[in-house]
Structures are given as C-alpha cells and as structure tokens.
C-alpha cells in the first residue's frame, strides 16, 4: 500500500531556513517526486519537482532560495528552503507521480513569522 511521510515542518523567523523531507513506501516505478503548497484562502501550487533521472523544475518565486533533491535509495524527497519568507507560509504537501498513479502526502505546515 502506497504511504507518504512528510516531516520538517515548522515555525521560523524570516530569513530562517527548514528542510522538509518526505519517505514513499509501497509506490513502485516512479517518474517524479515533488512539492507543492497551499497557503489559506489560495490554490495548491507548484514549489519544485524533480524527475527519476534527477532533472529538477521551480517555481519563479522559489529558485534560488529552494533546493529539491531525493536520495533513491530511500526513496525520499527534501526541500531544503532558505531566506524564508512570511509568505511561503502554506500547508507544503509532498506529491508523487509514478506509473499507476499520483500519490500525495498529509502535508506538513510550514509558518514563517517574527
């Protein structure tokens, strides 16, 4: 059975950083891991995804301040995001795609306030 745990998440200062992790267990033949966020009052968005051979995508608002990347072996993906912001604050969820399916984590909250 497919199961996504999300961890990292948090309250942090501005200009602060946070590591998000997410382990997929029960999911075979993936093509894409990703991230994405909903902040409230607004729709689920695109952070950053990256592909089995490794190519990576960001959304404008986040390249050079988030860093996608996965370890295969545990088949885990991680945000690392730096100069955070109040308005990255959202419900970030980790989203998988894979070949019988797309898969998404409960979402873990990330805050970003003095």
């Known amino acids: 059975q497919a199961h996504l745990v999300e961890s990292g998440g948090g309250l942090v200062q501005p200009g602060g950083s946070l590591r998000l992790s997410c382990a997929a267990s029960?999911?075979?033949?993936?093509?894409?891991m990703g991230w994405y966020r909903q902040a409230p009052g607004k729709q689920r968005e695109l952070v950053a995804t990256?592909?089995?051979?490794?190519?990576?995508n960001y959304a404008d608002s986040m390249k050079g301040r988030f860093t996608i990347s996965t370890d295969s072996a545990k088949n885990t993906v991680y945000l690392q995001m730096s100069s955070l912001k109040p308005e990255d604050t959202a419900v970030y969820y980790c989203?998988?795609?894979?070949?019988?399916?797309?898969?998404w984590g409960q979402g873990t909250q990330v805050t970003v306030s003095s």
């Open positions: 989203r998988v795609v894979a070949g019988l399916g797309n898969y």
């Open positions: 029960g999911i075979r033949f993936i093509i894409n």
């Open positions: 990256i592909t089995s051979g490794g190519n990576t």
